[in-house]
């Protein structure tokens, strides 16, 4: 039988595969996505409490979509960023992104 | 008393109005302002004379007393007013006789010169400042003219500012009086903190009855200080004998009834301070005696006219100190106002010598003078024999009595040394006198005697210092005595041993010099050869300026530099390590700040967990 516990132990796996990600990526768009990964880990989370715990509200399930909203908001900002970036630099490695350097 | 003294207050205010009236509108037409400088004085010396004849027909013990709140604070209040006693009134009479008198005489003297103008408003503001000081009635105004003095004798010893031996004797002046003046203001400030008062009727009052000698005397020995620099004495004596080089009528001024006659006037005035402490009345005492001593000895030697004279006022004013720490404060008025004016008269005839002489003021370079210059030589022969001390001669009575004071007061060392000088003082006058308007040399062959501008000044002092001292004699009943006196100033009849005494050691002294510089019996080259050494140390003074030209170079030289290395060394290294710590720190710091995002937001989820796992051990350790 799957629980709450199980939902749990994969929202922290994604997370943590989000995290590492973030971390150590060099190529910006992997960053982007590894976001989204950690987002979507939070996702499952707010999803799997609200059906576990409370079952008769839709909060959780509410929360998933606003993430989901902002996330591509998000993700469209962060697009043009990198865009932007790109024919600054003709790079989307972040190492190259130190101009506030000292 | 009467209208007349209630007019008084006019007797200063009229200079004051001549400087401001010369130095606003009139500046540059001499001729006007030699007219307004001189009819201030004289109507302050009509005014002085209305006031004293006043004052001398009333009774002894009268005081007029008038004043206007000046200042007031939390536990001072001080007043501008008028105090006019006898004692006042004298130094009116004479403050304002010899000003006038050197002002009409600086008209043939100064003739010509470019800063016409601006000389007769200092002399104006000068002698208004001296007067002001006169008349003060209490020690916040007379400190006030104190230093309105010292800034006139500033202007005026250095008038010929073009020189630089001018400039320095008139940085030196200053610089000297601000050392006594610093210890006078301590005083002033003392009385004013424990008596709450500085008017001198208030405090005569209530000094008597304040027997707390250990605050008494501190306050009396700093109240000294002002009279040590202002009178210079011994060791504030250096800027006197400087202050020569201000034209010849300054230093007339200076040395007779303006400036050195404040300081003996203020222990005068404030005798009832210092006759409560017999400490500082023995200090005041051997003070003026030494330095009468010690400015004979070196008036002995020296060379240049106005310097000998220059001594010997130093050395007369010590004579007045003395008498002031004796007890003899009548004796030292008396001789305060004789002095003035056989010195006033000593300066201007030496003025009138050097005029003639085109600025020559070597005597060795003089001689011959008694012929060509007649009345200017007697006059000077008047006011030497009168400074000498020779019977009947106002100086005469005035130093009898201090050495009279001396001797009854049982100061007997004091008696003796005031005799020496006064034989001393005999000797080096005549010397100056048989060298320079007698004597062997010529150099005064082409002299000229000097216009009646200057030599009616010099007949009018020549008759005072001939008469002068008869006020103060057996057959006037000693008026002076019997008007200017203060609690505790001490009395004697009149002793004709001392006075047979002093007259022929004035006389010795004369004939020394006479035997030595006339006759030539003894040349003076020989005894000079013979005693080189202790030429050679009067000569220079003793070596005094040298001693404080070491002094200042020892000690403010070395304390500059102690303070310039704490100022690069502590101040400076102090702001200069800040600025290196800042910056290395930021040397090693600006490592940790790559610019990578990625590298910040490992360290916040690393601080995140540490909180974390932080949080978590409470959590469960509570639990446990």
């Known amino acids: 039988m799957i629980g709450l516990n199980h939902y749990l132990l994969l929202g922290t796996a994604l997370f943590g595969i989000g995290l590492y990600g973030v971390f150590a990526k060099r190529n910006a768009i992997g960053l982007l996505m590894s976001i989204e990964l950690m987002l979507n880990a939070v996702n499952i989370n707010f999803v799997a409490i609200n059906r576990f715990l409370q079952p008769g509200a839709a909060t959780g399930q509410l929360f998933a979509i606003f993430v989901i909203v902002v996330a591509a908001a998000e993700v469209a900002v962060g697009l043009a960023l990198i865009i932007s970036i790109y024919r600054q630099r003709q790079s989307v490695d972040i190492n190259d992104f130190n101009l506030m350097k000292w | ?624």
């Open chain 2, 1 to 624: 008393m009467g209208d007349v003294i209630s007019n008084a207050w006019l007797i200063p205010v009229m200079p004051f109005l001549a400087f401001a009236l010369i130095g606003l509108l009139l500046h540059r037409w001499p001729k006007m302002s030699a007219v307004v400088s001189i009819s201030a004085i004289g109507a302050s010396f009509l005014l002085s004379l209305l006031v004293a004849s006043k004052v001398f027909s009333g009774d002894p013990g009268s005081i007029y007393e008038m004043s206007v709140r000046w200042l007031e604070m939390p536990g001072l209040k001080v007043d501008m007013g008028i105090l006019i006693d006898p004692l006042a009134a004298v130094m009116l009479l004479v403050v304002t006789t010899v000003a006038l008198l050197v002002q009409v005489y600086s008209l043939g003297y100064m003739e010509g010169d470019p800063g016409l103008a601006s000389y007769f408003a200092y002399q104006s503001i000068f002698a208004g400042s001296m007067l002001g000081l006169v008349v003060a009635n209490n020690f916040g105004q007379i400190f006030v003219f104190w230093e309105l003095v010292g800034m006139c004798s500033y202007l005026l010893i250095g008038f010929w500012f073009g020189r630089p031996s001018a400039r320095d004797a008139a940085i030196k002046a200053f610089v000297t009086n601000r050392i006594g003046d610093f210890g006078f203001l301590l005083g002033i400030l003392f009385l004013a903190i424990i008596f709450g008062t500085l008017n001198f009727s208030d405090l005569s009052a209530r000094i008597p009855e304040y027997h707390n000698l250990t605050v008494l005397l501190p306050i009396a020995v700093l109240l000294f200080f002002g009279p040590v620099g202002k009178s210079a004495q011994f060791p504030l004596h250096v800027w006197l004998p400087d202050a020569m080089e201000g034209p010849t009528p300054v230093s007339a001024l200076i040395h007779a009834a303006t400036m050195v006659a404040a300081g003996v006037y203020l222990i005068a005035r404030a005798f009832f301070i210092f006759s409560q402490v017999p400490q500082a009345m023995l200090l005041i005492a051997l003070v003026g005696g030494f330095t009468a001593l010690f400015a004979a000895s070196i008036a002995l030697v020296q060379n240049d006219i106005k310097r000998i004279l220059a001594y010997s006022t130093l050395s007369q004013l010590g004579y007045m100190i003395m008498a002031m720490g004796v007890g003899a404060m009548t004796a030292g008025m008396f001789h305060l106002m004789t002095h003035a004016f056989f010195k006033g008269l000593l300066f201007l005839a030496a003025g009138s010598v050097i005029h003639a002489l085109h600025g020559e003021q070597d005597i060795w370079k003089m001689g011959g003078l008694a012929k060509k210059m007649p009345i200017t030589t007697w006059t000077f022969v008047i006011g030497a024999l009168a400074l000498a001390g020779v019977p009947p001669l106002a100086g005469f009575w005035s130093k009898d009595e201090i050495l009279l004071g001396a001797f009854a007061g049982g100061f007997t060392g004091l008696y003796l040394l005031g005799s020496l000088v006064a034989f001393m003082t005999a000797f080096y006058m005549f010397r100056l006198i048989f060298t320079a308007f007698f004597g062997i040399n010529n150099g005064g062959e082409h002299a000229h005697e000097s216009p009646p501008v200057m030599t009616g000044p010099l007949i009018v002092l020549a008759i005072l210092s001939a008469v002068a001292g008869f006020v103060g004699s057996p057959w006037m009943g000693n008026a002076f005595g019997h008007y200017i006196s203060a609690p505790g100033a001490l009395h004697h009849p009149a002793n004709p041993s001392i006075m047979v005494v002093s007259s022929l050691l004035a006389l010795a002294g004369i004939g020394l010099a006479w035997l030595i510089y006339q006759k030539q019996v003894v040349p003076a080259e020989k005894l000079r050869l013979r005693w080189s050494a202790m030429h050679q140390l009067l000569l220079n003074k003793y070596y005094i300026d040298e001693f404080y030209a070491w002094l200042r170079k020892v000690l403010v030289e070395s304390g500059a530099r102690a303070l310039e290395w704490i100022d690069l060394k502590i101040v400076n290294g102090a702001v200069n390590g800040l600025a290196y710590l800042t910056q290395s720190s930021g040397r090693g710091l600006r490592y940790a700040v790559n610019g990578q995002v990625q590298t910040y937001a490992i360290w916040v989820i690393f601080g995140v967990a540490v909180l974390l796992a932080a949080v978590l051990m409470t959590v469960f350790t509570g639990m446990v």
